[in-house]
């Protein structure tokens, strides 16, 4: 900060002639104790920091210059290693403030300013503007940004993947809000868009080329760690960041898309043109929307279609959830159409079942209309031997609690019941009173009682059903006995 010369001259004036002391004078002044040194000269003189002896670095100094200069930002610590197998014996800090007195200074680049034409070209971005919670799950949030390079018109949308699933959704989206589409869109190079690049050889992601045919576009992409080659999306993510983002909150992605579409159509779009300053970016898009390629009719299909496998409980898993498909379709390979929005599981071209997008993880979705029947077709397999035994005995269910309370295997006596009930259909029920009258729940004991039973009426010798085949129908032919006997 300046002093004034009025101060300059009385605080000279106290300490020269006067001889006040330099604190005295501060406090009387209302100064600080280093503005009167320094006004009388008491402040002491930059001490001169030495150069680092660079003795030991000397003898490698060549070596040193040869590897900068064909690798100017090699590492102090990389060339400590260097000159270490080579005979040096100083420190990393010395060979350190070396390197810095000799490194070359990088040239600077100069760039070529270029303005694209009318509806030729949209730079595309993404920018992770924070998380959010959904349900027990934080998600990463990003926003997509697609900006028409002559007009400054923008698209903006939050995600929450970066599949490109969710690059082509967002770029159909930029088409249909935009009014058309221009006829290169620009990115940079990360995975969702370019799966394998060496130079100009590159190989895209499948889904974006076949949008991208589909819509006549070609992409392209801009040079590697050149983020100025795509300035424009990335001035108006600067733009975004500092004009929505600050001190701004929300907590479902449906109300910051809402806001974030207010804020381009309310604010973005009526600020002026950085180039034509006269006008608003609004008024230069209507003059480019009619020079913008038209969209198709019908436009593009971008729900992502997976085929998936229905497992033994009957759902379907997706982005680390559950959705619930018809019992029937059990152990069938489906095939999953899913956008942001919703998940629908097809059947050809039968939809089947369709369930909420969520963005949870770990979530289970089901529909009561897909379990309907299941109890039913259960209880048919699994338990009509059961309920043919409850129909026809009615303190069936009081044996069963005894061999429950007892640790019996229920299944296996409710089987052997099952064979006793084929025999004595019509006496098994009094059998059953008998046994459970008695205190006691034996399936041996109740075969006991129901031949006893047989035998009090004077019945036949029952017949199992499930005889063999071949010992129906048999003659049997009698013959003499008295052979034994000899």
């Known amino acids: 900060m300046t002093t004034a010369a009025e101060q ?81 014996c100083g420190s990393v800090r010395t060979l350190r403030d070396f390197v810095a007195g000799v490194r070359p200074t990088p040239k600077a680049k100069a760039y070529l300013s270029i303005e694209t034409l009318v509806a030729e070209q949209a730079q595309v971005d993404w920018a992770h503007v924070g998380r959010i919670k959904v349900g ?45 589409l221009p006829r290169v869109w620009l990115f940079d190079n990360p995975k969702t868009v370019v799966l394998e690049r060496h130079g100009d050889a590159v190989r895209f992601h499948p889904l974006l080329l076949e949008l991208a045919g589909n819509l006549h ?4 992409l801009c040079g590697v760690r ?18 929505f983002f600050a001190a701004r909150s929300f907590h479902r992605l449906e109300d910051g898309n809402r806001e974030l579409r207010a804020f381009v159509a309310d604010i973005a779009h009526r600020r002026p043109h950085p180039r034509f300053e006269s006008r608003t970016v609004e008024e230069c898009l209507a003059e480019e929307q009619p020079k913008l390629m038209p969209l198709p009719n019908p436009v593009p299909e971008t ?52 369930h909420l997008r969520s963005w949870e993880r770990g979530a289970t979705f089901e529909k009561p209309d897909h379990r309907k029947g299941l109890l039913a077709h259960r209880k048919l397999v699994e338990f009509k031997g059961r309920d043919l035994l409850r129909e026809s005995v009615p303190r069936i269910d009081e044996l069963a609690e005894a061999w429950v309370n007892a640790g019996q295997n229920v299944g296996s006596n409710t089987s052997r019941t099952l ?23 034996d399936v041996g004991a109740l075969a006991l009682v129901c031949e006893q039973l047989r035998r009090e009426r004077q019945r036949v010798v029952p017949i199992p059903v499930s005889v063999p085949a071949h010992g129906k129908d048999r003659d049997v032919i009698p013959h003499d006995l008295e052979a034994y006997d000899e």
């Open 419 to 441: 064979r006793l009930w084929e025999l004595y259909a019509d006496l098994l029920p009094k059998a059953v009173d008998i046994l459970l009258d008695r205190g006691t729940y």
């Open 136 to 180: 027990e799950t934080q998600r990463d949030l990003w926003c997509f940004v697609l900006v028409l390079s002559w007009s400054r018109a923008m698209f903006a949308e939050l995600v929450f993947d970066l599949t490109a699933a969710s690059l082509c959704r967002s770029l159909m989206r930029a088409g249909l809000a935009l009014g058309g």
């Open 303 to 354: 729900d992502l279609a997976v085929p998936v496998v229905v497992d033994r409980t009957a759902f379907v898993r997706f982005d680390r959830n559950r959705y619930s498909v018809p019992w029937d379709l059990v152990g069938r390979t489906l095939t999953l159409a899913a956008n942001d929005l919703e998940v629908r599981v097809l059947d050809g071209d039968r939809v089947v079942a369709d």
């Open 8 to 88: 300059v001259a009385e605080i000279r004036r106290l300490f020269f002639v006067e001889h006040w002391p330099v604190g005295t004078i501060g406090r009387q002044l209302q100064v600080h104790e280093d503005v009167v040194r320094r006004v009388t000269g008491l402040t002491s003189p930059q001490r001169v920091v030495p150069k680092p002896k660079a003795l030991l670095c000397e003898p490698y100094a060549a070596f040193i210059d040869d590897t900068l200069a064909r690798y100017p930002t090699l590492r102090a610590t990389r060339l400590y290693e260097m000159v270490r197998q080579r005979g040096y």
């Open 226 to 243: 050149r983020p100025q080659s795509k300035g424009k999306v990335e001035r108006s993510i600067r733009y975004l960041r500092d004009a």
């Open 217 to 220: 576009v070609q992409p392209r």
